[in-house]
């Protein structure tokens, strides 16, 4: 038996998924998510962390009912943590739970941690009696913002708005002395970070990483710069119905948050401690549109290079996928995109793959999104079940693939890929495959 393959002169190691958790808008537990999801309900509502009644829209997917004291014994240790560290506190023990391990089971040298993470929460209370009380004949006076800087601001909360805390957080609840990584490449942050962490256990430079990712952008700030930027749907009076992608009348993409957290281990390693496997990475590809920033290239070379780049990593074709997660924002220019670059790489072939966002239940978790949604795709593998795409009603002509319209659907998967692209020109896409020697 040989958990190794030949790709040009270099040797690859095989890497496997071990361990599972999540937090999410549908549920705080892989099997809730799951769940929800195949039973179709949506995690969309209006927004009641603050009043968002003077905003164009007033709804996104918001978590429920988490609680840091069920995840860590001194929950006071993370009281200026935003709420994307306790998502991902909270995600990172049930994912190292379920895979099993301890410092008996790991080198903790050989144990690292890689996110795609979003930044922390502004301290909004204080920015805004800041700007307050340095009103000045109805101009900021700068100075004067400066000096209630170090009256209203807090170093720790201050502390917890970089994007790599998360990551720091989780290295030091697991004793993960291992490489330490983030990146924060906008939708597509936690899929990239997922590749990367499998590029590092296949080049040996660790046997376990913890990978995934954890976001949160429910705030005035975050839902008025996607509102400027036209991107969200303004469809208040039925907010369960606003995220529909590939439907003819989206209007726009649904705000998200929580986190997705895998447990990626070599092979051997896996074995040789008796853990349970959901299935396997063969293929990871990542590339940049190069393009606008917030537009995607009107013929997908982004994304399709990236789709190519992970099916030739994984040395599987077309006729072997038989599922794809789409990236599936809901908005009119990504649905369109994401269709026609599945149908460059796909061919003919691209009709007889079923293709779902399971954006239309939970909403849009931004840097968080891939790892949730690779997630799904260990879960259709190993369930022989495809969640659906809720919400299509109208078929738009520029997208005329088989999304799984509103109803979960049986069928035997071996193969799953899932797409993740981003603001920026950010695109990144996955090739999970079931286990087997």
């Known amino acids: 038996m040989t958990t190794q393959y030949v790709v ?7 890497v496997v998924v071990t361990g ?4 999410t808008p549908v549920g705080n537990t892989v099997n809730a998510m799951w769940n929800s999801l195949t039973e179709r309900n949506s995690g969309v509502g209006p927004i009641n962390y603050f009043d968002s009644s003077t ?4 709804f996104a997917a918001q978590v429920k009912n988490v609680q840091l004291s069920s995840y860590v014994p001194d929950p006071e240790r993370f009281q200026h943590s935003g709420r994307n560290i306790h998502f991902a506190i909270g995600a990172a023990v049930q994912a190292v739970k379920d895979a099993g391990l301890d410092e008996q089971n790991v080198d903790p040298t050989r ?4 996110l795609g993470s979003g930044e922390g929460q502004l301290d909004f209370p204080a920015f805004m009696q800041m700007i307050a009380g340095a009103q000045k004949d109805g101009e900021l006076d700068y100075s004067r913002f400066t000096e209630l800087g170090f009256v209203h601001l807090h170093p720790a909360r201050e ?3 970089e994007p790599n805390m998360a990551a720091a957080h989780l290295a030091s609840l697991f004793n993960a002395q291992g490489p330490n990584l983030s990146c924060l490449t906008a939708c597509a942050a936690s899929s990239q970070a997922l590749g990367e962490a499998t590029e590092l256990i296949r080049r040996g430079d660790a046997e376990v990483m913890l990978s995934g990712g954890a976001h949160s952008m429910i705030h005035h700030f975050g839902i008025t710069g996607f509102s400027l930027l036209t991107a969200l749907s303004t469809r208040n009076d039925d907010p369960q119905a606003a995220s529909r992608p590939f439907d003819r009348d989206r209007d726009g993409f649904v705000l998200g948050e929580g986190s997705g957290m895998l447990v990626l281990e070599e092979l051997e390693h896996a074995q040789r401690r008796g853990a349970q496997i ?4 063969i293929g990871y590809g990542s590339s940049a549109d190069s393009y606008r920033i917030t537009d995607m290239h009107p013929e997908g070379r982004g994304a399709t290079a990236c789709i190519k780049m992970a099916l030739d990593d994984a040395r599987v074709n077309p006729e072997d996928v038989h599922y794809i997660n789409a990236h599936g924002t809901s908005t009119e220019v990504n649905d369109r995109t994401e269709t026609q670059a599945i149908k460059r790489v796909f061919g003919e072939r691209a009709y007889q793959t079923p293709v779902s966002s399971t954006k239309s239940m939970m909403g849009h978790l931004i840097a968080a999104a891939g790892a949730v949604e690779a997630m799904i795709c260990l879960m259709a593998i190993n369930e022989d079940v495809l969640p659906p795409t809720i919400n299509y009603e109208t078929p738009d002509p520029n997208c005329d693939l088989d999304y799984i319209p509103n109803e979960t659907r049986e069928r035997k998967v071996r193969v799953a890929m899932s797409n993740s692209f981003g603001f920026g020109g950010q695109n990144v896409t996955l090739v999970l495959k079931e286990f087997s020697i």
């Open 159 to 161: 502390l917890e708005q």
């Open 278 to 281: 959901y299935g396997e990475i």
């Open 55 to 58: 905003l164009p829209t007033r």
């Open 111 to 114: 144990f690292g941690v890689y």
């Open 20 to 23: 599972l958790g999540c937090i």
């Open 8 to 14: 040009g002169y270099s040797m690859k190691r095989r």
